[in-house]
Every structure is written in structure tokens, then in C-alpha cells.
């Protein structure tokens, strides 16, 4: 469990270094990006490896609805992040869509995944994801004015969502999580 901790705590921290400690973080530079990246790569592991190892009470399990409920979430979480990397038209109704993909890919994670790690893993992402929206809003303020928005961006949004559904849909299958029940 150690590892799940220390691995939320780096990614927690890393993450939150431009807003809390912004001096420090400028004293980097560019270098700076190179040290987030770098202690990104590592905290997802040190989370991967912790939660694999991680044992604890299980106080529920999976069910037919919970993981469709799950699917779904997961599939609108990660169109918010492609619609966030194309600025489409729901990223003038949600200020912080990759953040906001964070904080509901955690909750249809903890949805069908009941049991002690799970809380640690996604409890703790979505705890980060919600203190970054909260540090983020109060260093900048509102946001400006929203832009006109292609339909080919949408459409780009859709297509990344169904190959990123895909492709982590077979991780899954091959780590032994069949995300389909």
C-alpha cells in the first residue's frame, strides 16, 4: 500500500508545484516540464505496481449495472479529455474538462471497484483532481470568451474517444480486468 501512497503523493505534488510554489517551479525553466514528465512516468508506476500488491477489505464487487454504469462513464471521461485537446463546444460549459475526465474516470472506478487500494488509487486522484480545479480557479480567475468550434474537431473528439476506448479497453483485457463484465 506504501507504494499506491507514495505514488498518489508524487503525482498529487508534482501536478500542484506550478500553483502552490510557483518560484520554485520557475527557478526550473523549461527543465521544469522535463521534472513533471519525469515524476509523472514514475508516480504512475509506483500507483500500477502499489495497487497491483495492495490488499485490503473489500466492501463490494462488481455487478452487471455497475460496470455498464462504469463503461459509460468511462467513455464520456475520455471524450472530455479529447474535447479538451480539440477545444470543442463542451469545453465552453466545463471550465477544466481533463481535470473533470479525471474526476469521472475516478468515481466509475470507485463504482465498481469496492475495496481498500481502489480508495487509496481513485479516492486519491479524485481528491488531486478536485484540489487542482479549486487552486486552479483561485490563480486565474474567470476564464474569456469561448471560440467558434469546427465540426471537424468534433468530430476528431469522437474518433480519439472510440480508439483511446478501445485500446484501453484491451489493456484491461490484457492485465487480466475484463472491463466488460
Do not use: C
Amino acid at each position: 500500500m506504501l507504494l499506491l501512497i507514495v505514488g498518489i503523493a508524487a503525482w498529487s505534488a508534482v501536478h500542484l508545484w506550478k500553483r502552490l510554489a510557483p518560484a520554485s517551479r520557475a527557478k526550473f525553466g523549461e527543465k521544469g516540464k522535463l521534472v513533471v514528465a519525469v515524476v509523472s512516468v514514475l508516480s504512475i508506476a509506483l500507483m500500477v505496481l502499489g495497487y497491483r500488491a495492495a490488499e485490503g477489505t473489500v466492501y463490494w464487487g462488481r455487478t452487471p449495472a455497475l460496470t455498464g454504469i462504469n463503461n459509460l462513464l468511462m467513455v464520456l471521461s475520455f471524450y472530455l479529455f479529447a474535447a479538451s485537446g480539440a477545444k470543442t463546444k463542451i469545453t465552453k460549459m466545463i471550465r477544466h474538462p481533463q481535470l473533470t475526465a479525471v474526476k469521472v474516470f475516478a468515481v466509475a472506478h470507485l463504482l465498481v471497484n469496492g475495496d481498500t487500494p481502489s480508495f487509496v488509487l481513485f479516492g486519491g486522484l479524485l481528491a488531486w483532481a478536485v484540489a487542482e480545479v479549486i487552486v486552479i480557479n483561485r490563480a486565474t480567475g474567470p476564464r474569456g470568451p469561448y471560440h467558434a468550434v469546427p465540426v471537424k474537431k468534433e468530430i476528431t473528439a469522437v474518433i480519439a474517444t472510440v480508439v483511446v476506448v478501445a485500446v484501453v479497453s484491451a489493456i484491461h483485457i490484457a492485465l487480466g480486468y475484463n472491463p466488460f463484465g
